[in-house]
Antibody, heavy 119, light 107 residues
């Protein structure tokens, strides 16, 4: 079974950092682009960023409003992708999903990991 | 950024009804348009990719149409499990953007 499982969420103070992980199973992560999408409470889906596979030079892209504060990376040997969240703000409180794309939409999603930013 | 505008924002319907949701991009995206269903407490689920292609395992009661800037998701013969929030998404250009969502609830 193809699965994605996120971890690393938690409670952090404003200005703090967290590193989320997304572990794939049942498939090789190296063949897929991995995207991060978040949902703030009561709001819609918001794309955060993505990292492409090695065949596309691990190209990264980010939401314009989050550029330079969030960093996506991957370790294909561990079948894992990461989202480094830096300089967190209260408005970054959200459920963060990882999802894969193989060129035909985002067909598999993790269950999400909750990030809460509060003093 | 490409802006995606869905309408309506909410929709009330009954089991057995047919509903349509529209999504408009503020610039052309060819057919780089996907539709997702999202239920509370669950992960989003891909319904349609490439504007018209039904994701494997998704009921054929769901269909997508459109190209360029105007797209439609249709759901026929509504079943209780269809009541959820639906999002369009453009995957033409980064940053990737979603519509604001259409909440489908029971009339």
């Amino acid at each position: 079974e193809v699965r994605l499982v996120e971890s690393g969420g938690g409670l952090v103070q404003p200005g703090g950092s967290l590193k989320l992980a997304c572990v794939g199973s049942g498939f090789s992560l190296s063949d897929s682009a991995i995207h991060w999408v978040r949902q703030r409470s009561g709001k819609g889906l918001e794309w955060v960023g993505r990292i492409k596979p090695s065949s596309e030079d691990y190209a990264t892209a980010y939401s314009a409003s989050l550029k330079a504060t969030f960093i996506v990376s991957r370790d294909d040997s561990q079948n894992t992708a990461y989202l480094q969240l830096n300089d967190l703000k209260i408005e970054d409180t959200a459920l963060y999903f990882c999802t894969r794309s193989q060129g035909f939409g985002y067909d598999k999603w993790g269950q999400g990991t909750l990030v809460a930013v509060s003093s | 950024d490409i802006q995606m505008t869905q309408s309506p924002s909410s929709l009330s319907a009954s089991v057995g009804d047919t509903v349509t949701i529209t999504c408009r991009a503020n610039e052309t995206i060819d057919t780089y348009l996907n539709w997702y269903q999202h239920k509370p407490g669950k992960s989003p689920s891909l319904l349609i990719f490439g504007a018209t292609y039904l994701q494997k395992g998704v009921s054929p009661r769901f269909s997508g149409s459109g190209s360029g800037t105007d797209f439609t998701l249709a759901v026929t013969s509504l079943e209780p499990d269809d009541f959820a929030t639906y999002y369009c998404q453009q995957s033409s250009t980064t940053p990737i953007t979603f519509g604001q969502g259409t909440r489908l609830d029971f009339k």
